[in-house]
């Protein structure tokens, strides 16, 4: 059967475009869940225990580089709908492993430090204040994370300069740090009220509402610090 001109291309369908996005989530999902799974299966052996904080710490470390390489095959999707998604993961994984570790092994550190004063600053006698500043300061760090990663995912900058445009735009995107902070909530109740693992399953689905709550960031440091290239292109 020949595909009539000026007939539309079943293969762009509603149907077909639907099965295509939910073939890109579930494959990105896999990989990612692969990419983190060292991490992933430390947090699950751990009790949940404020002393281990410094080793959910080190769990997290392949985390950050997983959902890394989601957010750049989800914005690949954004560009170009085909289906080459398990090869463009891997490919992102590997290019964007070095840019987000040297922000995202710092973050790690001093979060550590913030959690456990968070957890022991009572019990330590440590004024109620610097418990109080340690949780606006955790907080703080979060947002500036995510902002990071997204940044470290989809363009090539420095690591200091990814660092400087994460700590400028929590101020000058202020409904987007909102947003951060929004779905960052969803995520920690998500674990508080089910586990682990139901976050864990849902990485592909926060790194979609990541890209959706950054996109003003990104369009204004394509048009502000790239020449001409669209945010993902060495992907």
Known sequence: MTHQAGSPDPRRGV????TGAVYWFVVVEIAFLLAAAP?????????????????????LLPVAPAYSAALSALAARQRDDDLTVWPRYWRAWVANLGDVLWVWVPVLAVAAVLGTTIAFGAAAGVDGFFVVTAGVLATMLAVFASHAIVIASLFRFRARDTARLALYYIAAKPLQSLGTVSYLLLAVALVAFTSDVVLALLGAVFAAFALANAKPMIADITARFTAAEEPGGPQ
């Open 39 to 59: 991490g992933l299966l430390g947090i699950l052996l751990l009790e949940r225990s404020a002393s281990n904080i410094p080793l959910y710490a080190l769990c």
């Open 15 to 18: 149907f077909t475009q639907a």
